[in-house]
């Protein structure tokens, strides 16, 4: 297979600090498609360069890569052959007409648009890429979040992206979905049968998703004060992670029947009313505080924050899923900034036992689905430590104490271990579609979302504040606790 992949926004942020090293990683591995017949990437942007100084700009990016991801002078030299630099005003239809020309030429089997450009360009860069007849059948088209900052502003961007392209060629990114943990959720529910009879609310009692980071907003502000966490990580990748926990069996592998039941998922959540966003959803705000030991400033006073933002840059709430298998189960989602680790994990909380025979309280089991830093599985269980001395219960009887089996599956598979955006990256050029989210998925997270945002806008109350550091803020221990329940950490 010969391929073209064409970067627009080729000297942007997304390209040089994913895009560019998830490439060269896959380029390593042997598993870019590059011999007979080849590929090429081919990076567009604003400004006048040569292929050897769009190649010179990206060896010095490397530099910023961790070490066992940089490339060897010899190796960035052969990487480089692949990369090609075009100037190109996205306004300029003959821009457009000049970059078919540049593609038909070669006439490679497979030909991927990525958008890496700020999403105000993609209805611009979509028409034009239609009217200039790049939207052959052998074309595909790869769009990165943010889609649209509400369920209007998305169906504008599909219907924009409709006129050109079928949705069979449109593939809207989720980097999450391209993690190796979230491929292994898969695995675990529907390569095994020995969950799947416990995977309903009979036998679990809640489920917890947490994508907590350490870092601030950095650099972002202006793009992130516009955003804010609900719309930047619940919209899309918690939801994404929520549809994967709670759907059903699919009759197959394949991209449509696993898009159909997380749709269907989607379609499920418990709507929101302003009654329940002011009982069910908590949103925060962090002040200055310390991680891992640093003072760290507080949200407003980051670069390009408003001082009186009321952004939010956390959100905890809880929700459920409106079917036979999981009514009544609450699916509690948080997710924030400046929070004491990076850490995301999935914890399935099962019931305790219907009659306990050993003394004391115990914990029911549970299973964590760790996603990052590790990517792993933790499955909590009860032990038989001994027996009871007079101190710790009755005489004789067994105590019981909570154990543990680990699985890592960054040792268990150390070599093939495979980063997000190298995998999606790899199935865009393959047109597999199983990892892409498909636009009403997509539609249905904004609607789902939406009466948030509106509660919201009406509520003078604000983000209520945390300190930088901490798990946010109380009302989020006070959302699950509720319910009998506590976050993982508090356990
Ligand atoms: C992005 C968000 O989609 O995901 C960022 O825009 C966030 O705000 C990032 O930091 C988190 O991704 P990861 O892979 O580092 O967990």
Known sequence: MSFDLVLFGGTGDLTWRKLMPALFQAWRHGKLPVHNGGGRILAVARDERSDDQYRAYIRDKFAGVDEAKKPSDEEFARFAELLHYRRMDLSQPAHYAGLKEWLDARGADTVVLFLATAPHLFPIICAQLGAAGLNGPNVR????????????????????????????????????????????????????????????????????????????????????????????????????????????????????????????????????????????????????????????????????????????????????????????????????????????????????????????????????????????????????????????????HEVLSPVSLDLDFDKAFPTERVGGYERLLLDALAGRLNLFVRSDEQEQAWRWVEPVLAAWADDSAGPRPYTAGSWGPAAASALVARDGNTWAEEM
């Open 141 to 396: 088209l790869v769009l990165e979040k943010p889609l649209g900052h509400d369920l209007a502003s998305a169906q504008e961007i599909n219907r924009i992206v409709r006129a050109s392209f079928s949705e069979a060629q449109a593939l809207r990114l989720d980097h999450y979905l391209g993690k190796p943990a979230v491929q292994n959720l898969m695995a675990l529910r529907f390569g095994n049968a020995l969950f799947e009879p416990l995977w309903r609310r009979d036998s679990v009692a809640s489920i917890q998703i947490t994508i907590a980071e350490s870092i601030g907003v950095g650099t972002r502000g202006d793009f992130y004060d516009k955003t804010g966490a609900l719309r930047d990580m619940v919209q899309n990748h918690a939801l994404q992670l929520l549809t994967m926990l709670a759907m059903e069996p699919p009759s197959s592998n394949d991209a449509d029947a696993i898009r159909d039941e997380k749709l269907k998922v989607l379609r499920s959540l418990k709507p929101f009313t302003a009654d329940s966003v002011a009982r069910d959803v908590v949103r925060g705000q962090y002040r200055a505080g310390a991680v891992a030991g640093q003072a760290v400033p507080a949200y407003r006073e980051e670069a390009k924050v408003p001082p009186g933002s009321r952004c939010e840059t956390f959100v905890a709430l809880r929700t459920e899923v409106q079917n036979w298998r999981w009514a009544g189960v609450p699916f509690y989602l948080r997710t924030g900034k400046r929070l004491p680790a990076r850490d995301a994990h999935i914890v399935v909380n099962f019931r305790e036992v219907p009659h306990p025979i050993f003394p004391g309280k115990h914990q029911a089991n549970k299973l964590v689905i760790k996603l990052q830093p590790e990517d792993g599985l933790e499955l909590h269980l009860l032990a038989a430590k001994g027996t009871a001395h007079a101190a710790h219960g009755p005489k004789g």
